[in-house]
């Protein structure tokens, strides 16, 4: 057989390349271009080489069968996260920065599933056993009936978990794993594709479920998580900062439930432990009322979260003024200033911003701009927000104000929360419970009216 000519991926993004070049044109990363292994022939072969393939079975798509039984580990926060419990045979991968809790979180749920009495298998490639037996007494899961391996060859792995057959098996992580049919070094992108592909197979032929842990990796030969996304169902995502104790897991896909859904925990001695009100711990910090400082009303998922938006804006010394933005996106950010310089007539020129979301949360919903806008103009002018007002709303380039989904269920959260007041655009459908005070505006130009008396 003709050797195929060699091809490049990108180790960030996973584009393929038929040449080597020192940037990916797909993502923009520099070196990041690895050549790919070639795969050896056999039942990985790219080539179909004129054999003739066998006609597949084809079906319609009425169907009597009931949804998948799921399976609950217990643990309240990552149940809901996948969508309400473990789906039989799914292949779920789990990402986050090196040293954030991904293995911690794994042993943690590994060990409540085993305690429901579902097989359960912990396969580490970067811990020995007497390393995370360590672990597991000092997190209370001595008792649970999980069992350990560790082990980087795929094929060993592969047949420990043909011949166990268990419910759930966890890998950590995919980096480390070694499959001897692809020549490459451990950790490369065809080393990580081919692992993981293999252990997906398995998970749906045989009806094991199996969580893979993958670093997220800022550049060079390691492959990310991102080169293998598109085969699993699920992508899970662990964030947080790490001078924080809060965690957020985060679904960003997810065939078996909906995406954007959080679990939130908390780093402690003795391992994750869920918060199951995770406004009450975002605003905990809140002191008294400060400028700068604003409480936004958002969803997460199917939750209500409130969390604190902090601005600080000073006279800066810089050709180009900082905008250094934590927890929220960045070019919404430099649209709400420019809403604000051209529909308000307040400029942000020769003056430093710096913006953070309190608690180490992340913000991604546009029903934030209202709450951003509201947090840079309390800094700019000095003013401090009236402690008991949450703030949602979405702004549009021409300064109005759009009305965001779950008005009712963001206000009830704010109002069990204790918040007395709120500020919403204009044509919000919901009314507020009894207590509450709503304030609807139509445009940015009201608002900064009626909040910092100048228009
Ligand atoms: P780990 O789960 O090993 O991270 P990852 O697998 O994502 O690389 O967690 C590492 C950090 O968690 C480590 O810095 C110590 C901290 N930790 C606690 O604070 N409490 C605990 O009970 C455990 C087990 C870890
Ligand atoms: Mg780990």
């Not at 209370?140 to 047949?159: F, Q």
Request: one cysteine or more; glycine letters at 12%.
């Amino acid at each position: 057989m003709a050797k195929s000519p060699a091809s490049f991926s990108c180790s960030q993004c996973g584009a393929v390349h038929p040449k080597w070049a020192g940037r990916c044109d797909a993502c923009g990363g520099w070196n990041t271009l690895v050549e790919d292994a070639p795969l050896a022939s056999g039942p990985g072969s790219r080539t179909l080489g004129g054999a003739r393939g066998r006609r597949i079975a084809l079906s319609s798509l009425a169907t009597e069968e009931a949804p998948p039984p799921r399976a609950g580990s217990g643990m309240e926060e990552f149940d809901r996260v996948l969508g309400g419990g473990l789906v039989p045979a799914s292949a779920i991968l789990l990402a986050g920065d090196p040293g954030i809790g991904k293995s911690t979180l794994l042993l943690q749920v590994a060990a409540s599933f085993a305690r429901r009495g579902l097989g359960c298998l912990y396969i580490s490639g970067e811990e020995a056993p007497a390393q995370v037996r360590m672990r597991a007494s000092r997190l209370g899961l001595s008792d649970a009936p999980l069992r350990l391996g560790a082990e980087t060859s795929l094929r060993d792995i592969l047949t420990t978990l043909d011949a166990e057959r268990p419910d759930l098996a966890v890998i950590d992580s995919i980096q480390t794993l070694w499959a001897d049919m692809v020549d490459a070094a451990p950790g490369s992108v065809s080393q990580v594709r081919s692992a993981c592909h293999e252990l997906v197979s398995f998970a749906k032929k045989r009806g094991t479920s199996v969580i893979l842990v993958g670093h997220v990796t800022k550049e060079g030969q390691i492959a990310g998580p991102r080169v293998v996304e598109h085969m699993v169902d699920t992508v899970l995502y662990f964030e947080g900062e790490r001078g924080h104790q809060f965690r957020i897991l985060r679904a960003v896909k997810n065939r078996f439930g909906p995406a954007d859904e959080i679990g939130v925990f908390e780093m402690t001695g003795a391992g994750l432990a869920e918060v199951p009100n995770p406004s009450a711990l975002f605003l905990s910090e809140r002191g008294q009322s400060a400028p700068g400082s604003a409480v936004f009303a958002g969803i997460e998922g199917s939750r209500p979260v409130l969390t604190e938006i902090q601005a600080l804006v000073a006279p800066s010394t810089l050709a180009t003024p900082r905008r250094t933005v934590v927890g929220l996106d960045p070019g919404r950010v430099s649209t709400i200033l420019a809403v604000l310089e051209s529909r308000c007539a307040i400029p942000f020129t020769g003056l430093d911003v710096f913006l953070n979301v309190a608690g180490g949360m992340r913000v991604i919903e546009p029903a934030a701009d209202l709450a951003l806008a509201a947090a840079l103009l309390s800094a700019r002018e000095d003013v401090a927000l009236p402690a008991d007002m949450v703030i949602f709303g979405e702004i549009s380039l021409s300064g109005a104000l759009r009305p965001v989904g779950q008005a009712e269920n963001r206000l009830k959260e704010a109002q069990k929360l204790g918040f007395s007041q709120a500020v919403a655009p204009e044509r919000t459908k919901a009314e507020p419970g009894e207590g509450m005070r709503l304030r609807k505006l139509p445009d940015l130009v009201t608002f900064v009216g009626e909040m910092f008396g100048a228009g």
